[in-house]
């Protein structure tokens, strides 16, 4: 802490600042209130100071541009209403605690220090353009992120700028009060970081700006990589420094960058609600946020059904060890793998020659163009065409095709017997078009009012001696009209290449076609090879995929209907990143040409069969962007839970030794054994009741499935559970209160305390759910407590006795 004349400077500057904050609002409140109102009265009134004039060329000129000047007025008055509302919001964040640090600097050739404080924006005296605050993105604030008192330096546009920092300081102000400060010469947030830490879990993440390490503040402003990759352990903050980099590359590249450029792909929907107030808190837009499932589930989700990521994982967790799970695994193994995918391209390539499977085009019951008849023009094109290309000459082949077939089916039976259904409208219609004929070119026969009267009159009665010759061109629009309208889905379904035979291409490859076997060996086919094909094809055959075919589908629809590329996208985040497969990776940076990719992950939080290593030599994201222009970053410092909760979960890891806990301090995680079922939820429920009363606001228990998560559900509330949520893969926010939850639904968020519903040796076995078990232990910030009736997992057999308690 400071002596009590640096407390008293301190409280006067603070004093300062807010004054200066307060003027700015109160000068801010009636322009942003004004500027409101005249937008609002220019949209009201648009229309009705232009009057709309084309009667000769002068007047439509005068009033195009009449209509112009209003609209440059609008778009003006809705600018500035735009920057002061900005500016306004920015000055009621500083508000409750404008600044958080400071930082006094020197520049080398300077003669004195430069008093710097800094926020979440920043704020210019009024009087001069000194800034009373800068914000933490500017870059003489990286300073304060990245040096200890002493030699000191940031980069700026115009170069580097080099001097000496001679004091470091941290505030902590709630509600426009001074409640602590301290100097520092250590890591930021020392001792902030423990009164941050030390708090409960909430139902959404907030900002980190305060706390940024200098390891985190490194991926924040990194400007140079196009893939940084990001090896973190759990709790290690990666997440949040992820969220604090698309605010500071927002406020860096303003005027060429927008959050709709930018696209985070989360591990589920749950977690989009959970980091939703970050960004906003910066004076941010959020990012276009979605999960990759959900992506493949909007390009594909209309023909066949998907099985979610999460549906794949339950299948193998229940299945244990079971023949048909190891075969399955197997599958999905070699379906995620780049060598799958280079397999994909070599059949692409097969098809330009042989193999190319069409709908036929259907109408009424009849085939207007056969499979045949496609394929063969298909196959009539140069050889050296692409895959693509050839398609886009086939549909344009198709819908010519169509045109003679729609006008040879005017004279069907069928089409007479649909004119003695057609309305006033049709007629009416019919008529105005023939009118349109004539006068176009000049027809001998001409239109009056006396003859349009006589004209609708013959046909609201059904009088046939009103002809005047033109019965037979009139039949001749009704019936181009009715078999138009009739043709119409069919040309649209040909527009949308539904002939191809998508479906029936992907399942040639696991039909057993010679050429396509040798295809697959050449690419290092799986043993269970035949028992891979049986599982898919059946699959198929209910007009269903499993989730390791879903990417290779939509691969496989890409390579023969041409690349749906995205080249607005500038930045793309994948959390949760270990999860992903390398196919899957490839798959997005060819989908996503020109963006750059920050990927977050923990290889120790793999619990899905595809995962991707990070951080290895050999890694598949390297080769995306090549060595050169990736960056691996790894945090090893865990910040979430306790020292007591860190040591003893990383201990469940073989690999678990470079896992650093930060100095917070709390209970040693409890192993508690039970009888059985019943006694196990009489004693949660004693547990979770003795929770709450400690103010605990967030506890999950954690279960390995969604099928254990329903059981424990139902005992727990027959126990006499009070307010307790079932959590699931359809659950949309995250929210404060006790939670019933599977493991891998878990990932990425935190709770006050965990509870493991069971621990035993009869759920957790096998090595291959070992991290599961990990990342469940690793939610809990505060308080861990396993139970188990029966033996406990084999996991715990290399922890040491001293880092739990037991309780028998």
Not at 113 to 142: H, K, M
Not at 230 to 243: I, M, P
Request: net charge negative.
């Amino acid at each position: 802490m400071i002596d009590a004349k640096d407390w008293r400077q301190e409280q006067e500057w603070l004093d300062l600042v807010l004054a200066r904050v307060r003027e700015a609002i109160a000068e801010l409140d009636p322009q942003v209130s004004g500027l409101h109102e005249q937008v609002t009265d220019i949209r009201r009134r648009f229309w009705e100071e232009v009057t709309v004039n084309t009667s000769t060329d002068e007047d439509f000129e005068e009033t195009f541009y009449s209509i112009k000047q209003q609209e440059a007025l609008l778009s003006e008055r809705e600018r500035s209403h735009r920057i002061r509302l900005q500016r306004w919001k920015s000055m009621h964040r500083l508000l409750p605690a404008p600044y958080f640090g400071r930082i006094d600097f020197r520049e080398d050739g300077l003669p004195a220090n430069e008093q710097i404080y800094i926020g979440v924006s920043s704020l210019a005296d009024r009087v001069g353009l000194d800034f009373l605050v800068y914000d933490w993105r500017t870059p003489i604030a990286s300073m304060y992120y990245d040096h200890l008192p002493g030699d000191a330096a940031y980069e700026t546009p115009g170069g580097r700028i080099e001097g000496t920092m001679t004091l470091k300081r941290q505030f902590q102000i709630r509600k426009g009060q001074l409640q602590h400060v301290f100097d520092t010469s250590l890591t930021i947030g020392d001792e902030l970081l423990q009164q941050v830490l030390g708090k409960g879990a909430d139902a959404q993440m907030k900002s980190i700006v305060a706390t940024i390490q200098r390891e985190q503040n490194a991926i924040i402003r990194d400007d140079h990589s196009r893939m940084l990759i990001v090896q973190g352990a759990a709790g290690s903050g990666k997440t949040s420094a992820a969220l604090q980099r698309v605010a500071y590359l927002l406020y860096k590249n303003r005027e060429s960058l927008r959050a709709d450029q930018m696209v985070l792909f989360s591990p589920n929907p749950m977690f989009n609600s959970y980091v939703s107030t970050v960004l906003p808190e910066l004076g941010e837009e959020n990012m276009q946020q979605t999960t990759f499932y959900e992506y493949l589930e909007y390009w594909l989700g209309d023909s066949l059904v998907l099985e979610d990521p999460f549906g794949q994982i339950e299948y193998l967790l229940a299945s244990g060890g079971t023949d048909e799970a190891q075969v399955r695994l197997q599958a999905i193994q070699f379906k995620a793998s780049g060598l799958f995918l280079e397999a994909l391209e070599q059949y692409a390539t097969w098809l330009l020659d042989d193999g190319m499977l069409f709908h036929s085009i259907r109408y009424r019951e009849r085939e207007l163009v056969t499979e045949d008849q496609i394929r063969q023009q298909f196959y009539s094109y140069e050889s050296s065409i692409r895959l693509a290309n050839r398609i886009v000459l086939l549909r344009q082949w198709l819908l010519h095709e169509l045109t003679g077939l729609e006008r040879a089916e005017r004279q069907a039976d069928w089409v007479q017997e649909e004119l003695d259904f057609l309305d006033i409208d049709d007629y009416t219609e019919a008529y105005t078009e023939l009118r349109r004929q004539y006068e176009k070119e000049e027809a001998v026969i001409r239109f009056n009012d006396q003859y349009a009267d006589a004209y609708e009159d013959s046909s609201e009665n059904g009088n046939d001696e009103f002809d005047f010759g033109l019965g037979e061109k009139e039949e001749q629009i009704l019936r181009r009209n009715v078999v138009k309208a009739s043709f119409r889905p069919l040309r649209q379904e040909v527009k949308q290449l539904s002939f191809i035979d998508l479906k029936g291409l992907y399942r040639q490859l696991f039909s057993g076609v010679p050429a396509l076997e040798t295809l697959m060996e050449e690419s290092g086919i799986p043993l269970s090879w035949p028992e891979i094909c049986s599982q898919t094809l059946e699959k198929l055959d209910r007009g269903e995929l499993y989730y390791e075919d879903a990417t290779p589908f939509l691969y496989l629809k890409d390579l023969i209907e041409g690349t749906r590329t995205n080249t607005q996208v500038r930045h793309l985040f994948i959390d949760e990143a270990q999860d992903y497969s390398p196919f899957q990776f490839m798959f997005l940076r060819k989908l996503f040409p020109r963006a750059r990719m920050t990927v977050l992950g923990d290889f120790s939080q793999a619990i899905f069969p595809q995962a991707t290593e990070l951080q290895e030599a050999d890694s598949p994201l390297i080769p995306l962007f090549g060595e050169k222009d990736t960056r691996l970053v790894r945090f090893n410092r865990s910040y979430r839970s306790t020292r007591e909760i860190v040591e003893f979960t990383k201990s469940l890891l073989p690999e678990g030794a470079g896992i650093v806990p930060f100095d917070r301090h709390g209970k040693k995680p409890q192993l508690i054994s039970v009888k059985d079922g019943e006694s196990r939820a009489v004693q949660m429920l004693a547990d979770i009741g003795r929770l709450q009363a400690e103010g605990y606001d967030t506890i999950a228990v954690i279960t390995k499935t969604a099928a254990e998560s329903r059981e424990a559900y139902e005992v727990l509330t027959q126990e006499g559970a009070g307010k307790l949520r079932l959590v699931n893969k359809d659950t949309l926010t995250f929210e404060k209160g006790t939670v019933v939850i599977p493991a891998y639904l878990a990932k990425g968020v935190e709770f006050d305390a965990v509870l493991i519903y069971d621990a035993s040796a009869a759920v957790y076995a096998l090595e291959s759910e070992r991290k599961l078990f990990y990342t469940a232990c690793t939610r809990a910030m505060h308080h861990l407590q396993l139970y188990a009736a029966g033996q406990w997992t084999p996991y715990l057999e290399g922890v040491d006795d001293f880092l739990f308690e037991k309780d028998a």
